[in-house]
């Protein structure tokens, strides 16, 4: 099961920031967060993920609490191409773990 | 592009036909996966190659038999498939199983079974 609760979906005006909140109040100390999204019938593309720090890549900002138990991805100008659904991951750090994708958040970038 | 590749890409079979996935990862990855994507289910982890070996099976059927023949290339042979099995099956590799190791998916293969 997901280990993570995520709204079904959101919605963004393109070029604004898209802010898309993570529970995973359950995290281990040594699980990471990953975030993938899919876009409509192709495969899961990798964002980013994390442990503790705040991370940044070209793509976007993760944003996670100090206690750990939530997170945001952040998109900072959303365009209409980010329209997918976003899901957030947390993966344990022992052995071969698997991605378990939840139901995720569509999010809708409307022009 | 992500360095996986799938074909065919679109796949209609009947039941009692035996049909083969591919998939091509040209990334120098050591870990190949294969996933299941149902309509409007999760993504199903199905089986996970590390070094040519199989390292995870999640209770799949035996009418799916996994191939990996070297680390670049892995194959989902399909035989006696029910109509239920209509599905978009994704390929992934990454560096290696580790929780850091990112995976990176193919475009994936939309299979219908009549």
């Known amino acids: 099961d997901a280990k993570t609760t995520q709204p079904p979906s959101m919605d963004c005006a393109e070029g604004r920031a898209a802010n898309l909140p993570c529970n995973h109040s359950?995290?281990?100390?040594?699980?990471?967060v990953y975030w993938y999204r899919q876009i409509h019938s192709q495969g899961p593309q990798y964002i980013i993920h994390?442990?503790?720090n705040n991370e940044t890549n070209e793509m976007a900002s993760l944003i996670i609490t100090e206690d750990r138990k939530s997170s945001t991805l952040i998109l900072p100008h959303a365009t209409l191409r980010d329209t997918a659904v976003y899901y957030c991951?947390?993966?344990?750090?022992?052995?071969?773990?698997?991605?378990?994708f939840g139901k995720g958040t569509r999010l809708s970038v409307i022009a | 592009e992500t360095g996986v590749t799938q074909t065919p890409r679109h796949l209609v079979m009947g039941m009692t036909n035996k049909k083969s996935l591919k998939c091509e990862q040209h990334?120098?990855?050591?870990?190949m996966y294969w996933y299941k994507q149902s309509a409007k289910k999760p993504l199903e982890l199905m089986f996970v190659?590390?070094?040519?070996?199989?390292?995870e099976n999640n209770s799949v059927p035996s009418r799916f038999s996994p191939e990996c023949p070297n680390s670049s290339h892995l194959f989902l042979h399909l035989h006696t498939l029910q109509p239920e099995d209509s599905a978009l099956y994704l390929c992934?590799?990454?560096?290696?199983?580790?929780?850091?190791?990112?995976?990176?998916f193919g475009p994936g293969t939309r299979l219908t079974v009549l």
């Open positions: 992934a590799s990454s560096q290696d199983v580790g929780v850091t190791d990112t995976q990176y």
């Open positions: 359950t995290i281990s100390g040594n699980e990471y």
């Open positions: 994390g442990l503790k």
């Open positions: 991951i947390v993966r344990g750090a022992s052995g071969n773990t698997p991605l378990v």
């Open positions: 990334l120098g990855h050591n870990a």
């Open positions: 190659y590390s070094l040519e070996e199989r390292v």
